[in-house]
């Protein structure tokens, strides 16, 4: 399966924040925190569809998304603040007491490139 | 230099979202202070106002804008010092311009259209704090807003998360003078980001124990952060089962603020608003279950030596 590298910007969506306080154990949140957006021409070329399940990679830790295409810059990823993004982020703040939490150098490698409803 | 949003409302003719995107996450801030409201002075409502959207991609927000500028990743930084630079006449390579993914055109036309402003605010978002520069950012940011005031009247503020995190920040700001990153361990406060904050106490281990109120690191804190939270006792105070009390030793369950439960929310202007709750909960309060730990606390004996004289007052 090829590796390709993005930049990973962690985002906060209405939808999500309704979820925050209608429980983050409900299968609506953890879809929201686990979908990821990202320009169709990467998905493309990283040989996936909308539904395929990636492995998102960084020097902390990683975790498995599901993709979607959207009108995002090309190189980067989108997705919710939740669980997921917490095993890909580092603890180190540079003195200012907040973890960058945005733009990411991850490693993104396909997990399930067809999602299980579209196979034959 | 900031405002009310009741000032923002009523005067301000010129609004810039940097890094933000009020639509999805400020769902009521267009509507109830920025843009469709009709004001003191802006008669016309949205007629009478301009809003610019600077963003790494364009969002829902960007519907919303009179102005787009998608700025590149990472050169928020770059761009606010050319419109410093802009503002005070400086001249500017259009090669520097291009690098923040714009032209020197669309820069000089914000920063025309900054200057003829008769009240121009800038909020800003995480996309400009929590990007790289972080706080170098913001502080730019703050800087271009007090500049522009040797021309026109101009503020900034930063566009507040979730519930109450203004009301923590102006709590702690009025009892002990700094906003967070507090260590109170020799007695009196001092305040030292990346030192005693809170994610950088957790991840280097230095405490032992963590009291969380009204919060769930679990699910939002660095990976090493929640490692640290899972080995150490954690006592959790929260209406819900969360990632956070599952992994803690004790969850008290306690009502909620503003729904069955007093308080006291801070707009994020600052602006205190009494919490009147409409139902009754069985369970206690945040305050009543700190108000008993406290006593429990105070009647164990103290671990450091007692002054009898009590404190010199000079």
Known sequence: ?????????PIRTNKQGVQINVGKDGDEYKTIVSTMTMHPE????????????????????EAEFQCKEANVPRGMLFVPYGPPTCQLMGGDTDGTGMPTSKGWDVEVEVVEPTPPQLLP | MTCTLGEVKNRADFIIYWGGNPAECHPRHFTRYTLTQKGKFLPRGRKDRTMVLVDIRETMSAKAADIFLQVRPGKDFEML???????????????????????????????????????????????????????????????????LNAYTKFVAMPMRGHGNVTGADVVMRYTFSYPFGISLTRGYPRFNPGEYSTIDLLVRGDNDATLVLGADPGATMPKPAIEHLTRTPTIVLDPKVTHTSRLARVHITTSVAGISA???AYRMDEVPMPLRPPLKSPYPSDEEVMKKIVAAVQKKPAWYPVTRTGAQVT
């Not at chain 1, 990467?42 to 830790?61: C, F, K, N, P, W």
């Open chain 1, 42 to 61: 990467d998905m493309m070329e990283l040989g996936v569809v909308s539904g395929a399940t990636i492995r998102v990679r960084t020097e902390i830790g």
């Open chain 2, 81 to 147: 010092t050319i419109l410093r630079a802009l503002v005070k006449g400086q001249t500017v390579s259009a090669e520097a311009a291009a690098e923040t993914g714009l032209t020197l055109e669309q820069l000089q036309d914000l920063v025309n259209r900054m200057k003829a402003a008769k009240f121009g605010v800038l909020f800003f978002g995480m996309g400009l704090s929590m990007t790289r520069g972080k706080h170098m950012n913001s502080a730019a940011a703050l800087i271009l807003a007090a500049e």
């Open chain 1, 1 to 9: 399966m090829p590796v390709m590298h993005f930049l990973l910007m």
């Open chain 2, 262 to 264: 007093p308080g006291t």
